[in-house]
């Protein structure tokens, strides 16, 4: 199957700005897509980049994350049919805080650490009117969209570190990144015309969930291909570390404790899939769990924990498994890619 012949093509999925995001390998993982099969789930989605690829390909597609932030993206541009920002809806969002007593979380955690203060009271206001827009798709186009914006403003393109004014202050960064010093809402509008360029409908019930896996694998029926791209050990796999700010938008926590310098939010959320100690026996249950699943395509790569060996060793009670390899010529941040390396995908079939 040629992934240029479909008919949705002309749709663009906006870049991510994502550690491991697989948007780079679509055309590589869509080969191995049969083309008989209609409906899709991807269970750990990230960035959204694959499963919106499987909405370009016609199919009806079940993506999944355990963040909301993701979640929102998936809500926004896999599950969504039609519904775009217009003038009216920027109009609600950049109008002034409807609740300044509720909505203050970001000025009060993130100003002089992420933002300057401005810009951190412009986050809490627009977040106060989201919920006044008058569609659940439009709210998360909105939080998504603001979620990119953020990303942008930060050198690294996340926030596991403390040092974004720092480097926002700095000519040489500047020269390379400009938005370091633009204004979000400047950033926000000029993203928003791609995001909304992206909305489209492949005519299939495409559903965005936000759960662990591990729950929501016994809970689905009639699915005919899972792909599992789940956080590799060893290489940058707690993303709530890396991406607790924008959850921390997207949920507003009042009732969290913020923590390390950073101020991530604690407990985290179990994700069971981002400590040796706990992957391997998770992986397992995954397998387990996705039995059901005719065909299964899964994401890795040669320098994660547990091994290839392992994880061929894990599958094998269920499925036929052929190993796929993609050489990484250069690093590109995230989920093992340096220079070097390879990615891996095991093409899992029925015996």
Sequence with gaps: MLFTETKYLGYKFPEPQYLGAK????????????????????????????????????????????????NMIGKALVENPRYILEKKDLEILFSGNSNPIEFNLMENLFSGLFFLPEEAAFVDSFRSNVMRLDNS?????ALAVMCRSMTRKVTMGHFAHTQALA???????????????????????????????????????NVSYNKNILDLLPQLTDVDLVYFDPPYCNSHADYQSFYHLLETFVEYWKNKEFVNGTKRY????????????????????????????????????????????????????YRHVKV??????????GKGSVAGSHEILFVCTTK
């Design 266 to 317: 604690a407990p985290k959320k179990y994700s069971g899939f981002d400590k040796n100690s706990e992957a391997l026996g998770n992986l397992q249950l995954m397998f387990e769990r996705a039995a059901h699943i005719p065909i299964w395509i899964v994401s890795y790569n040669d320098r994660s924990f547990p091994d290839i060996d392992t994880m061929i060793k894990m599958i094998e009670p």
């Design 167 to 205: 480097y926002a202050a700095d000519p040489v960064r500047i020269k390379r990144n400009r938005s370091l010093i633009r204004p979000l809402k400047e950033i926000f509008i000029e993203l928003l015309s791609e995001y909304n360029a992206a909305v489209f409908d492949n005519f299939q019930k």
């Design 23 to 70: 948007y780079i390998h679509r055309g590589w993982i869509a080969q191995y897509i049969p083309d008989n099969v209609e409906t899709v789930l991807d269970a750990f989605s990230g960035s959204q980049s694959i499963a919106y690829m499987f909405k370009q390909l016609g199919k009806r597609v079940l993506t999944n994350d355990f963040l909301s932030f993701n």
């Design 324 to 333: 796929e390899r993609k050489l990484y010529n250069a690093g590109r941040g």
């Design 137 to 141: 798709y439009k709210q998360a186009l």
